[in-house]
């Protein structure tokens, strides 16, 4: 059994989806997880992403990233503005893939944290 856990949170009024995932990172779990919150907010292209990675060992694997994308892309047209995803994380891997990851999304974009503060700050910038 897996110590790994995924917290999601989602916010009609300020348009946010908030993540939390810790423990050693099961990748297909995470997007699956994720997916399923995408879903449950009924307009996904509206809302920003807050993913908290911190507490979390490993990284999501590439192919799961693409089936995220494979998921996110046919509804991507419905986005007014591009959607913007802060992670924020510690690990390196994760921070130097991130430019890679973003490229296979329309109409989002990423940007890597080390702190929950400046990521805050950014999702609140128009």
């Known amino acids: 059994m897996s110590d790994f856990t995924v917290t999601a949170s989602h916010d009609a009024a300020r348009r946010r989806l908030d993540m939390v995932a810790t423990g050693p990172m099961d990748s297909a779990r995470f997007i699956d997880e994720e997916i ?59 921070i130097a893939r991130l430019p890679l990851a973003d490229g296979l999304f329309n109409k989002h974009h990423m940007q890597a944290f080390e702190d929950m503060a400046p990521a805050l700050e950014w999702l609140l910038m128009p």
Do not use: M
Not at 56 to 83: F, K, M, S, T
């Open 36 to 94: 399923a919150a995408l879903k449950a907010c009924g307009s996904p292209w509206l809302f920003d992403r807050l993913i908290d990675l911190r507490g979390c060992a490993g990284h999501v694997h590439y192919d799961d990233i693409e089936r995220l994308a494979a998921y996110w892309n046919p509804i991507a047209y419905q986005a007014p503005r591009p959607v913007k995803v802060a992670v924020v994380t510690h690990n390196r891997l994760v």
